[in-house]
């Protein structure tokens, strides 16, 4: 089955713990991104990939660093997490951007708090 | 930044009943997207029409373009209690000059009771 897989889906820890948060995509789609939703704020893209080794900076990149690796995976990495990184996270994935007109493809979250 | 915004935010409706929702933008655009999210999970796609599109179709999906009000409406007919979502639209970011990401609206949320 087509997917994308984010783990984990919850996680509470506390300021400054360091913090992975993996995402895979069985689709062998070159791009993939990380989202946080926020009542209020919808959608904000933090990273994007165009492909192994391509990344570069969404709207929010402020405290998060990403690596891709492998074509199938895109990790999130928070060094030193702080409250306000308190969020839903999304991993999306797709054949190229959307801004081309491809669909994405979503993981179904990570809920995280930071306490 | 967000580009498009969903209108209204949030709606009410008995099972049967068609869904209307918009979304309106602020720049030129080769497509616009339609995604559903159910509460607590990932968004999924639902339709995409392109600039030179006026109307699709998908099963109850009706979605409109007018570029000329840079609008676009999302219609779902004969709606059932599993349309309960919420449904957001997204377009490319063209005239800004960068198609490697989608504009986001903050959604519409869509409540239909049994």
């Known amino acids: 089955e087509a997917q994308v897989t984010q783990n984990p889906r919850y996680l509470i820890t506390v300021t400054g713990k360091k913090l992975t948060v993996t995402c895979s995509q069985n689709m062998n789609h070159e791009y993939m991104s990380w989202y946080r939703q926020d009542p209020g704020l919808g959608l904000r893209q933090i990273y994007y990939s165009m492909n192994v080794e391509v990344t570069d900076k969404g709207d929010v990149p402020e405290g998060y660093k990403v690596s891709r690796k492998e074509k199938r995976n895109f990790p999130l990495i928070l060094e030193s997490p702080s409250p306000n990184q308190t969020s839903l996270y999304f991993c999306a994935s797709s054949l190229d951007p959307g801004g081309r007109g491809q669909p994405q493809h979503f993981g179904d979250g990570t809920r995280l708090s930071i306490l | 930044s967000q580009q498009g915004e969903e209108d209204p935010q949030a709606l009410s409706i008995q099972e049967g009943e068609n869904a209307t929702m918009n979304c309106s933008y602020k720049?030129?655009?080769?497509?616009l997207q339609w995604y559903r999210q159910n509460s607590g999970r990932g968004l999924v796609h639902l339709i995409l029409i392109r600039s030179n599109e006026r109307e699709k179709h998908s099963g109850r999906l009706r979605v409109t373009l007018d570029t000329s009000k840079k609008s676009s409406s999302l219609l779902i007919t004969a709606s059932r209690a599993a349309d309960t979502a919420s449904y957001f639209c997204a377009t490319d970011g063209s005239e800004r000059g960068n198609n490697r990401k989608l504009i986001w609206g903050l959604g519409t949320s869509l409540g239909v009771n049994p």
């Open positions: 720049t030129s655009i080769n497509n």
